[in-house]
C-alpha cells in the first residue's frame, strides 16, 4: 500500500504569510495527487488535483508542486477564510490513501 | 447542480449491520467511478472502497474487506454500502464523492450498544 506521510501536523501563520505544507509517498504515484481543504462539520473540498491543477473556482493564492514521491502545497498570502485542515491524497493505487493532515491556525 | 445525498446512518450495536445509499442528481452518475470515504470523530479522512461506473470492478480498504459490499443502481442513480459485523472503530462520518471535486454532506454511523 502506498503511504503519504504529510507536514507538519499543525501550523501556525500570520494572515498575508506564504504557508507551506509537505506531502511525501513512500513510493511513486505519478503526479496523482489531491490536496483538499476541510473545515469543522463539512465536506473535504477539492483545491488541487494531479498535483498542480487548480480546481475551477479555486483562488489563485493556492498551488501544488512536484512530483514522483515529494509534493508542495502553498497558499501564497494566508487569508483568514483559508483556516482549515489540509490533506493530500494519492490515486495511483487503490486503497487511495491519505495523508494525516495539517491543521492550520492564525497567529 | 451537481448533488450527492447520504442516508442510512445511525446507531447499530456492535457486530450488526447498516446499508447506506447516496442519491445523486445534477450528473451523469453511470459514467462516473464512485467513492465512499470515512472519518471518525475528530480524526482524519479513510478512504473506503470504490466501484467502477457499471459496477464491475470493486475494491476496499483491508479495514473493511469481507464486511463490506459497495454497488450501485446506475437506473435510480444510486450507489450503495452494505456494512456487516459492525465494530466500533466503524463509527465515523461517511461521505460519498466521485474523487472529483464533488462529496455528499456526509451521513454518521455510530456502533455502540
Known amino acids: 500500500d502506498i503511504q503519504l506521510t504529510q507536514s507538519p501536523s499543525s501550523l501556525s501563520a500570520s494572515v498575508g504569510d506564504r504557508v507551506t505544507i509537505t506531502c511525501q509517498a513512500n513510493?511513486?504515484?505519478?503526479?496523482?495527487l489531491n490536496w483538499y481543504q476541510q473545515t469543522p462539520g463539512k465536506a473535504p473540498k477539492l483545491l488541487i488535483y494531479?498535483?498542480?491543477t487548480l480546481e475551477t473556482g479555486v483562488p489563485s493564492r493556492f498551488s501544488g508542486s512536484g512530483s514522483g514521491t515529494d509534493f508542495t502545497f502553498t497558499i501564497s498570502s494566508l487569508q483568514p477564510e483559508d483556516i482549515a485542515t489540509y490533506y493530500c491524497?494519492?490515486?495511483?493505487?487503490?486503497?487511495?490513501?491519505f495523508g494525516q493532515g495539517t491543521k492550520l491556525e492564525i497567529k | 447542480e451537481v448533488q450527492l445525498v447520504e442516508s442510512g446512518g445511525g446507531l447499530v450495536q456492535p457486530g450488526g449491520s447498516l446499508k447506506i445509499s447516496c442519491a445523486a442528481s445534477g450528473f451523469a452518475f453511470g459514467t462516473y467511478w464512485m467513492h465512499w470515504v470515512r472519518q471518525a470523530p475528530g480524526k482524519g479522512l479513510e478512504w473506503v472502497s470504490r466501484i467502477k461506473r457499471d459496477g464491475s470492478s470493486t475494491a476496499y480498504a483491508a479495514s473493511v474487506k469481507g464486511r463490506f459490499t459497495i454497488s450501485r443502481d446506475n437506473a435510480k442513480n444510486t450507489l450503495f454500502l452494505q456494512m456487516n459485523s459492525l465494530r466500533a472503530e466503524d463509527t465515523a462520518t461517511y461521505f460519498c464523492t466521485t474523487m472529483s471535486g464533488d462529496w455528499g454532506q456526509g451521513t454518521l454511523v455510530i456502533v455502540s450498544s
Open positions: 513510493q511513486d504515484i505519478n503526479n496523482y
Open positions: 491524497q494519492q490515486y495511483e493505487n487503490v486503497p487511495y490513501s
Open positions: 494531479d498535483a498542480s
